[in-house]
């Protein structure tokens, strides 16, 4: 079926340095959402990406959105101690049902 | 203004019962979503609901039903509970992102 692959399933990075996250989908997506979830807490969005090739910065944060719409990733320059969490794609095939990745646990060492 | 807002936030089952997780919204937005996660792993569509009067499998359903009572209430069902049911249940509005309660934790012995 449909579905989105998300790797790395663990990232253990020293603080300051970098961290990507990539999405990957067999079949070309609608648009697809970024969150992030801290531990004990529910997924926050952070941001969606709906055009081929498209390119958004927060702060620190770099997202991408494939050429053919079928894959995505988070970069994250420089990380901080805050950065900690999972991170989740989150995606459609053209309807309603939107499903997740399955995440990439971030874990910072100081 | 409170978003989306679950109850209860813990329940403790056994076997066998029954319940129904409860899901309100004041955003009026149409799609409403469950999802449950389970310790370590991601999050997995159970249902979700298009707009009021609809409902659609997601990729896990067995063992759930679900109402869509109206515009903002989303519940989600447990008629026979089993200890693989045991996980955090979140709901969700997506307009044009999704928005979360806070997470039903729930047992079952």
């Known amino acids: 079926g449909q579905q989105v692959m998300q790797i790395p399933q663990y990232q253990h990075v020293q603080e300051g340095e970098d961290f990507t996250t990539y999405c990957n989908s067999s079949?070309?997506?609608?648009?697809i959402q970024w969150y992030k979830q801290r531990p004990g807490g529910h997924p926050v969005f952070l941001i969606q990406l709906v055009k081929s090739g498209e390119v958004k910065k927060q702060k620190r944060l770099t997202f991408q959105f494939g050429e053919a719409k079928k894959n995505s990733s988070l970069h994250i320059t420089a990380t901080q101690t805050t950065d900690v969490g999972t991170y989740f794609c989150?995606?459609?095939?053209?309807?309603?049902?939107?499903?997740f990745g399955t995440g990439t646990r971030l874990t910072i060492i100081p | 203004n409170a978003g989306v807002t679950q109850t209860p936030k813990f329940q403790v089952l056994k076997t066998g019962q029954s319940m129904t997780l409860q899901c309100a919204q004041d955003m009026n937005h149409n799609s409403m979503y469950w999802y449950r996660q389970d310790p370590g792993m991601g999050l997995r569509l159970i249902y979700y609901?298009?707009?009021?009067?609809?409902?659609d499998k997601g990729e896990v359903p067995n063992g759930y039903n679900v109402s869509r009572l109206n515009k903002r209430e989303f519940s989600l069902r447990l008629e026979s509970a089993a200890p693989s049911q045991t996980s955090v249940y979140f709901c969700?509005?997506?307009?044009?992102?999704?928005?979360f309660g806070d997470g039903t934790r729930l047992s079952i012995l």
């Open positions: 079949t070309t997506l609608s648009n």
């Open positions: 609901s298009a707009s009021e009067g609809t409902t």
């Open positions: 969700a509005t997506d307009s044009p992102f999704g928005h």
């Open positions: 989150r995606s459609n095939f053209g309807n309603e049902k939107l499903t």
